[in-house]
């Protein structure tokens, strides 16, 4: 049984960091892109970042560049979101998701986590 779990969620202040984690059960991520996404009250689930099946090939929304990287240990069948210099604004329930090939939209997304909480407050 193919599951995702995500952990490393919690509340934070602003500017502070976080780094969430997407480890795989039941079947090898190796062939699998890795998204992440989040979801805010009363919002539609958002793309945050993705990473190809080989690690070779990332993208991010643009609210999140240059403070969000994702990365992928294929050995431990886990990948990672290095989310630095936290916002109010990134405060939603964080999920990750697998496909084959990276999609921004999660209707394309197969294979969930159940998600975990970031909260960023002073």
């Known amino acids: 049984q193919l599951q995702l779990v995500e952990s490393g969620g919690g509340l934070v202040q602003p500017g502070g960091s976080l780094r969430l984690s997407c480890a795989a059960s039941g079947f090898t991520m190796d062939y699998y892109a890795i998204g992440w996404f989040r979801q805010a009250p009363g919002k539609e689930r958002e793309g945050v970042s993705c990473?190809?099946?080989?690690?070779?090939?990332?993208n991010y929304v643009d609210s999140v560049k240059g403070r969000f990287t994702i990365s992928r240990d294929n050995a431990k069948n886990t990948v990672i979101l290095q989310m630095n210099s936290l916002k109010p604004e990134d405060t939603a329930i964080y999920y990750c998701?697998?496909?084959?090939?990276?999609?921004?939209?999660?209707?394309?997304?197969?294979?969930w986590g159940q998600g975990t909480q970031v909260t960023v407050s002073s």
């Open positions: 990473i190809s099946s080989s690690g070779g090939s990332t």
């Open positions: 998701a697998a496909r084959r090939i990276c999609s921004s939209w999660y209707g394309a997304y197969a294979y």
